[in-house]
């Protein structure tokens, strides 16, 4: 078996075993090492810094470009809102369009052209295009009864005036010839010639209406079918063409109740009356207002309203109602 032979160096800062010769060639070693990984770190920042700026210039050109070609789409935007202008400003000059209307249709053209993500230029004949479609959404919309929601009140289709409080006659040989041509309500008291009016088609004629006296009246409606009740519309003549709007319902409530036989001369009273809502026209909004019934009224079944002003707006001596339609959904056939 062979012996290793061990040489103990005198030197006290040399391990056992290793000698001088073998010290300086580890230190020597260690230093090329070193100085290598310094040279390969160097070159690998070299390298990130490169990759870096280059990066940075890629993001810079993107910007750059992107940039551009916004600016560019909003010269052409621009381009394109003036030209619409200048269409709708002929549109306006030819008495076509109101100024409202002509800036409602260029928001309405920007936001389709905006949806297709379409570069194309508007055009008078995008004007054209989307005037004709407001218009026929506009006829559309009155053909639908001017809102477009099912009217169960509606006389035409079996809605019927069971009552309504004291009616207003004017003074003279006309007032008198009018209560001559009244007849009776279910309850016996008198009913005035234009209690009719409530539940037709109003076309805006100042005077068209039921005129009831003092500011807190009432009229009942048999509905055409057993309904669940969600909403009613008050119409009253445009402000704008009235001759006295003190006479508008002003605060209201909405009571309605399922009669279980609506016979002419026989009405059988109600079990309950339920109270619908309490709401307010206002001369401030359109003059069709309609207002939504809570959600849990929803679930009750109805056939008869009824609608007590309690105030109107002004008229110390009558209150005119011009319309009243009731909307609601019909049960299903399981239901009875």
Partial sequence: MAT?????????????????????????????????????????DMKIGKEIEGLRRDVEDKIEEQALALETSIMNLKSQVEDMDSSVQRLTQDGLLTKKEGMELIASIIQQRAAEESGKSLTLDDVRIAARQIVEAELEKHSADGIGRVDYALGSGGGKIIEHSEGFFTGGRAG???????????????????AHKVLEP??????????????????????????????????????????????APKDFRVFGWLERSIQAGTIARPVKKLLLGEFSYSLDGSNIQTFSFPEEVSRELINTVRIHITSNHGSASHTCLYRVRVHGFEPSPQHF
């Fill in 4 to 44: 290793t032979a061990w040489k103990w160096s005198r030197d006290p800062g040399v391990a056992p075993g290793i000698s001088i010769a073998q010290m300086k060639e580890l230190e020597d070693f260690s230093r090329k090492t070193t100085k290598w990984m310094q040279v390969q770190l160097e070159l690998v």
């Fill in 202 to 247: 109003s076309y805006g004629e100042p005077g068209q209406c039921l005129p009831l006296k003092g500011s807190n009246v009432f009229v009942e409606i048999a509905l055409r079918t057993h309904i669940h009740p969600d909403a009613i519309t008050i119409e009253h003549v445009p402000k704008s063409v009235a001759y006295d709007v003190t006479s």
């Fill in 176 to 194: 008198w010839l009018s209560i001559l041509g009244a007849g009776l309500s279910a309850g016996g008291a008198v009913r005035h010639p234009m």
